[in-house]
């Protein structure tokens, strides 16, 4: 591409993005004859006429903000020149008024995946070491690397040990009411699909989070009768715990031994499980995005979007998430609400994280990053509306509170911060068996837990990362394919990384970020 390109989003707006690598110098026409009057960086806003003092300037059809001074046509318009508009206010929104036609059911798509008992498909066999608190962080890292040096080769089918680790746990003020999110996201995503239902778990003996405050009784699903205490009715699956302080344990070998030996059934069931044909409706999958760049609205997001529209035709589950960048859009959001009940359950949600942000005497604008910002992204609101087209045209079906688990079908909003370890944990807790990763800048991200698909805004990052992107939506702006045909190469790629047979490039160099849990209460 060498011709001057930009790239308007709607026919009403007056501004445009420059498409071209490396931007476009001072002198450069377009084919329109429109004439740049200085240098604009790729990915970064031109005026496309006059633009007043005051007045909108419109990308996606919405004010993105409010010309500072006036900008002349072929002008840079960076975020210096924009007035950020606030938020709206969550009264008198529209209700569940979007009545979008049926789409199409789309059928006979199928995947590999391990059923599980409780219903729900792994697309991954894993066995996870869930722990109580960071204290037993070093001694379970310790452990599962001798499972995987000694034990793991002796179980073929097992794809991964993996320790929960995270920073919960102790020196946290438990009983505080909003505590309940951390412990349900830790619950939570020990049962995700990929562990198959078994549950181990270390702990340390003293912390607050006690084993049977982390995982009460009736919350894990029995897999084999020897996790039951009583049989009959009213059985229960005993918790298979592992506690350092306890009096058996002589000396630290003590302890990686009673790990190991509690591992062993664990690895012995999860082995004898085979990948089984299942439709595509198994498949529960998580988008975010992270290190967005102005592109990230213009390619990866709409090819996304496009995506979810297919994985909701086929009966799948798909969750967007980060709070502080739909909170923009929560008009478009409640509209597009099935009932009303999901709208007022999305305004609650709304409204809670903008109670927490003011806490910390900030606002949704605290979201963009110099990163965002050097890729053409001025402001919160015009990351949001390139943010929150990855939810594709369904209804929304369902709103998730953070650390909840997805019990239905469709669309679904769970609520999670946009920090990109933060969502992905949340995500995990919600029981996603694949994570879908859109950025422009870059980022390595991965997790352990489920398979990471990244999808690259620009042809330039997928041609530098050549070896850590899976999808480059950045032909789309290059002119060499559709939405449409990145979205469909987006959907069959899933379907043959849930079934095992590609591996993402975050799993083939076994790049994990950290589980981050979401504490929004105060620590002792
Ligand atoms: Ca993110």
Not at 118 to 135: E, F, K, M, P, W
Not at 373 to 378: D, E, P, R
Not at 485 to 506: I, P, Q
Request: charged share 20%.
């Amino acid at each position: 591409m060498t011709d001057p390109l930009y790239i308007r989003m709607h026919g009403n707006d007056n501004v445009a993005i420059v498409a071209n690598d490396g931007g476009l110098p001072a002198g450069a026409i377009f084919a329109d004859g429109l004439r740049l009057c200085e240098r604009v960086p790729q990915g970064h806003k031109l005026a496309l006429v006059n633009i007043p003092k005051g007045a909108a300037v419109l990308r996606y059809n919405v004010p993105i903000g409010y010309a500072l001074k006036d900008i002349s046509a072929g002008n840079w318009v960076h975020e210096r020149l924009l007035q950020l508009p606030s938020a709206r206010g969550l009264d008198n929104l529209p209700i569940a008024t979007v009545k979008p036609a049926p789409m199409p059911p789309l059928v006979g798509y199928s995947f590999e995946g391990y059923r599980n008992v409780d219903g729900s498909v792994g697309s991954r066999n894993i066995l996870a070491i869930t722990t109580t608190v960071q204290c037993v962080a070093g001694v379970v890292a310790f452990a599962v690397k001798r499972i995987k040096e000694e034990l793991l080769p002796r179980f073929p089918n097992v794809d991964d040990v993996v320790g929960l680790e995270h920073s919960y746990g102790c020196g946290v003020a438990i009983d505080a009411p909003d505590a309940i999110i951390a412990i349900r996201t830790l619950r939570n995503i020990t049962l995700n699909p990929n562990f198959g239902g078994e549950v181990m778990v270390v702990s340390l003996g003293c912390e607050k989070l006690q084993p049977e405050r982390l995982l009460p009784p009736g919350t894990i699903q029995i897999v084999d009768e020897r996790n039951v205490a009583d049989v009959g009715v009213n059985a229960d699956a005993m918790l298979d715990v592992v506690c350092l302080q306890s009096e058996n344990h002589v000396g630290f070998m003590s302890m990686i031994d009673s790990i190991m030996q509690a591992a062993l059934p664990h690895l012995q069931r999860l082995n004898a499980r085979r990948r089984e044909t299942v439709p595509a409706s198994e498949l529960v999958v998580g988008v975010q995005c992270g290190g967005s760049d102005a592109f990230s609205g213009v390619t990866a997001n709409p090819a996304v979007g496009f995506c979810t529209d297919l994985l909701v035709r086929a009966g799948a589950t798909v969750m967007f998430s980060e709070t502080t960048e739909v909170r923009d859009g929560i008009d478009q959001l409640t509209a597009r609400a099935s009932s009303p009940e999901v709208a007022q359950a999305m305004i609650r949600e709304m409204a809670w994280y903008d109670a927490y942000l003011q806490k910390g005497q900030v606002d949704r604008s605290a979201n963009t990053t110099p990163g965002n910002k050097q890729g053409g992204l001025s402001n919160i609101v015009e990351k949001a509306m390139g943010s929150i087209v990855k939810s594709g045209s369904a209804p929304i079906n369902g709103v998730l509170a953070p650390g909840e688990k997805v019990r239905q079908k469709g669309l679904i909003y769970a609520a999670t911060p946009a920090s990109d370890f933060i969502c992905g944990t949340l995500q995990l807790a919600a029981g996603i068996n694949l994570h879908v990763f859109t950025t422009g800048r870059g980022t390595p991200y991965g997790l352990a837990e489920v398979p990471v698909i990244k999808v690259a805004t620009r042809t330039d990052l997928a041609r530098r990362w050549h070896d850590l992107m899976d999808i480059n939506a950045g032909r789309i702006a290059d002119g060499d394919a559709t939405i449409e045909d990145v979205g469909w190469e987006l959907f069959t790629f899933m379907l043959e990384v849930a079934s095992g047979r590609k591996k993402t490039w975050a799993e083939h160099w076994k790049l994990h970020n950290a589980l981050v849990l979401f504490n929004p209460a105060p620590v002792t």
